[in-house]
Nanobody, 123 residues
Framework: QVTLVESGGGLVQAGGSLGLSCAAS????????MGWFRQAPGKEREFLAV????????SYADSVKGRYTISRDNAKNTVYLQMNSLKPEDTAVYYC????????????????WGQGAQVTVSS
């Protein structure tokens, strides 16, 4: 069992930056690839980024490539998402998730999920 807790959401103006953290507890953190997803009202949950177990391999959705950066610190059992050049359409609830499937971009392949953090970008 793994428990994930996101923090760092909030309100930011368009063009601004925001960072999210996701702290994990339970089973060894380093056995999981970690992903970030988001869900806007009335929309399906969307893949954003995934980072491999060691942190050396990362993959991004086209919608956030070049603006978002995923990273992890296995010593702190934490994964991060740095979001720059934010747009109003980035407004959503952001979730971190853990998977044993290497670099998965598929929601159904993630076993553990955080509770979500609201990110609101004003125009």
């Amino acid at each position: 069992q793994v428990t994930l807790v996101e923090s760092g959401g909030g309100l930011v103006q368009a063009g601004g930056s925001l960072g999210l953290s996701c702290a994990a507890s339970g089973r060894p953190f380093s056995v999981y690839a970690m992903g970030w997803f988001r869900q806007a009202p009335g929309k399906e949950r969307e893949f954003l980024a995934v980072i491999g177990r060691s942190g050396t391999i990362r993959s991004y959705a086209d919608s956030v490539k070049g603006r978002y950066t995923i990273s992890r610190d296995n010593a702190k059992n934490t994964v991060y998402l740095q979001m720059n050049s934010l747009k109003p359409e980035d407004t959503a609830v952001y979730y971190c998730a853990a998977t044993t499937r290497a670099l998965s971009t598929t929601t159904s392949e993630y076993t553990y999920w955080g509770q979500g953090a609201q990110v609101t970008v004003s125009s």
